[in-house]
């Protein structure tokens, strides 16, 4: 069975037809099913180019930035280019009203200025290897403890990939679950900030302008990789040197034209293209729209304090964009699968499947029926599970969520026998984390959603998932939720910096029961004990059955459909995908060119918006015409959209030409194809990059770092 189903997945992405933009492939594979097809299209390097364990390659160049983004190498010493927004949080953390580099932005003039950044880091791909056999060996559909059985194979084979080593790796799955592939991994923790423009270039056009097409934005950020002097990963210190990597990419001056090959190399997170309609629906019809809800609310809060105040403005800055992205992908997201009658499609694929399966597969006959009866309970337990993220994780109550950070010293002191370094550590990093948590704290925002998100929750949620704090409401209170933040607010101590800092440096097991009775404390333990005790248990058992229909269903479309495009969901491995510059069609009589100008920004600027105040110096040099050798018809290109199918996790990722040199990073995808995560259009879905001209004409001209430039390698 195991056989067969790899022989079905090898047949699925053999057979591909010329000229696909749509897909995720990974880079092991590349010489056997893809390379042709790109040297066709006008790619002239080779696959081992691309992906190698024994010369240097791309995929030496590429890293995963922090935990969620891409980065590349620009220079043989360490210098690395990613998103703005992928290093917005570092830079919103070294950023004050006294050094504010968020407005002014950041430019170290030397190694020595370059600035430190805890809990950062980088991850370089050794290399990859198909481990399926290995994680499948003495595993059956049927037997019992199957998951234990599969992650005790994979421990092994982590264990043998890195003993011995500095390296670090995993085992995932590949086709839900039909196929895992072993990813050996280097990591780099010092990681220090270069440069960044400011957020009028590096997020010019804001919320407004996210997820859209024509863009300007500068999205991009600099930072360096420090090793010790033997070029090994090793934690901060002054004395680490810049990293020497195998590889860099060279950058092209030479611009792109409307066909030009394109390629995207980088870390997709999760794409979700062969899940049924039910999914769909769900998403669509019920998910969705809930948590554009609460987060519709939670924005028009943050944005009427930031725009009174600077310093309010600067505290939120990473909160309000970390809640915005989703927020606004979700909205296009339904339109755009409304727009592509998705469900109707995948209805109707699925009566010909289920045709199909009813005569000659019997055994994926009831696929589509179990899917049903999983669905309809599942939906309500995600939304209640994602309504809890919501009000504790995800930006909602923020003096509910510290006061749960006292849960595990808590436990601490509950244990049976006392671990006194056990506790030290936890207040040690307890002290930290309250110091960062109220530089970017104010109590008005926080109340506010506070009771937002309490009242979202109560109108929102079916009844079965309420907290309890609902029932202490509804007695003392009356229901009013308002009242009761009131009371929350005026009593709770985690409002209050110092007498929380008091209360972590002198915790002791005599001042559980003063926690116990915190009303902050109180709302976090009672949405926590709703999630431990009726939310998560069936919601991961109902995942986890969908998880096995995924893969029973992965190996049926494989077999219904042996001529079909078959390529992996993204799952923030190592992918590769590639296109063209190519402009659209967003709707009817609409016609996008596929690049953008420095003549848009100054079009755009408006003094009176936040998000389109043109800095000075930038009106000066187009004044000035002065664009050096980054000018392109009179003008400096700024950004272009191709053909790339790319999501979350590709932000940061290089977009190379046909000769592998960088030509742009990508940053987004266009409003009308941010579907693609579900489903690919390829007359609408693009990605966004911002064009590398762009990149050294801020750079050299804007902010006279001409210097970071004599490090490149620039082609002409």
């Known amino acids: 069975m195991k056989k067969f189903l790899i022989l079905l997945i090898i047949s699925a992405i053999i057979i591909v037809p010329m000229q696909a933009k749509e897909g995720m492939w990974i880079p092991i594979l590349l010489k056997k099913y893809n390379i042709e097809e790109m040297q066709q299209m006008g790619f002239k390097l080779t696959a081992e180019d691309i992906y190698s364990v024994n010369q240097a390659c791309m995929k ?3 890293v995963i930035f922090g ?4 980065g590349e190498l620009i220079s043989d010493n360490g210098l690395l280019i990613t ?13 004050s009203v006294e050094h504010d580099y968020l407005t002014n932005g950041f430019w170290a003039k030397d190694n020595s200025q370059e600035l430190p950044n805890e809990n950062l880091s980088v991850t370089f791909l050794k290399r990859m290897e198909d481990v399926t056999e290995k994680v499948l060996r003495g595993i059956s559909d049927d037997m019992k403890g199957k998951a234990d059985s599969i992650q005790k194979n994979i421990n092994a084979i982590i264990k043998e990939a890195t003993d011995g080593t500095l390296f670090i790796a995993n085992v995932k799955p590949f086709f839900g679950g039909n196929q895992y592939f072993l990813s050996v991994n280097e990591v780099f923790n010092d990681i220090r900030l270069v440069g960044a423009p400011p957020s009028a270039i590096g997020k010019f056009g804001g919320d407004t302008d996210n ?20 070029n090994n990963p090793a934690e901060y210190t002054p004395d680490n040197v810049p990293y020497k990597p195998l590889k860099h990419f060279p950058i092209s001056l030479k611009g792109i034209e409307e066909g030009d090959f394109t390629m995207v190399f980088g870390y997709p997170g999760s794409t979700e293209q062969y899940a049924p309609s039910y999914h769909l629906k769900m998403i669509t019809e019920q998910v969705n729209p809930a948590l554009i809800d609460i987060r519709t609310q939670k924005l028009d809060i943050i944005k009427r304090y930031q725009n009174l105040d600077p310093a309010i403005r600067i505290q939120y800055a990473s909160k309000a964009a970390s809640i915005s992205n989703s927020w606004k992908r979700w909205i296009g997201e339904i339109s755009g699968l409304e727009k592509l009658d998705a469900i109707n499609k995948k209805e109707k694929y699925e009566s010909d499947f289920q045709d199909w399966a009813n005569t000659q597969a019997p055994e994926y006959a009831s696929l589509l029926s179990d899917y049903k009866k999983v669905y309809n309970t599942y939906g309500d337990y995600r939304l209640a599970y994602n309504y809890i993220l919501e009000a504790l994780i995800r930006n909602g109550m923020e003096a509910v969520q510290m006061a749960g950070k006292f849960k595990n010293l808590q436990l601490a002191y509950q244990m049976d026998t006392l671990d006194n370094e056990k506790i030290e550590r936890l207040k040690k990093d307890l002290d930290k984390q309250l110091n960062d948590f109220y530089k970017d704290y104010y109590q008005p925002i926080d109340k506010e959603v506070t009771l937002a998100v309490l009242r979202i929750f109560k109108e929102k949620v079916d009844t079965a998932f309420y907290p309890d704090i609902y029932q202490y409401i509804d007695k003392k209170y009356k229901g009013d939720i308002s009242k009761y933040v009131d009371d929350l607010f005026a009593k709770t101590t985690f409002t209050d910096k110092n007498a929380t800092l008091k209360l972590a440096a002198g915790f002791t097991a005599r001042d559980i029961k003063k926690l116990n009775k915190d009303p902050a404390y109180i709302v976090y333990s009672s949405f926590i004990d709703l999630l431990d005790n009726r939310i998560a248990i069936p919601y991961l058992e109902l995942s986890n059955k969908i998880k096995e229909l995924d893969k029973k269903y992965m190996a049926a479309q494989m077999a219904y459909q042996p001529d079909a495009i078959f390529y992996p969901d993204a799952n923030f491995t190592l992918r590769v995908s590639y296109g063209q510059v190519k402009g659209y069609e967003p709707r009817d009589g609409v016609l996008f060119k596929n690049h953008t100008t420095l003549d848009g920004i100054m079009e755009k600027d408006n003094p009176d918006i936040y998000d389109y105040r043109v800095p000075e110096k930038l009106k000066e040099l187009y004044a000035q015409k002065d664009f050096g050798a980054y000018e392109a018809n009179g003008t400096v290109p700024v950004c272009f959209v191709a053909t790339n199918h790319t999501t979350g996790g590709n932000s940061g990722s290089p977009v190379v030409n046909a000769n592998g040199e960088l030509i742009g990073i990508n940053f987004d995808r266009a409003w009308e194809g941010v579907m693609s995560d579900m489903m690919f259009n390829p007359e609408q879905c693009r990605n966004i990059s911002l064009d590398m001209r762009y990149v050294l004409f801020l750079i050299d001209k804007f902010a006279g770092a001409s210097y970071l430039l004599d490090e490149m390698t620039l082609v002409k």
Do not use: E
């Open 60 to 62: 030496d160049a590429v």
């Open 67 to 70: 935990g969620g983004c891409t």
């Open 83 to 95: 998103n703005h927004h992928c290093g917005f949080d570092a830079i919103q953390k070294h950023s």
């Open 211 to 230: 997820w859209m097409w024509p863009r300007h934005t500068g999205d991009f950020s600099l930072f360096r990789i420090y090793a010790d002097k033997d």
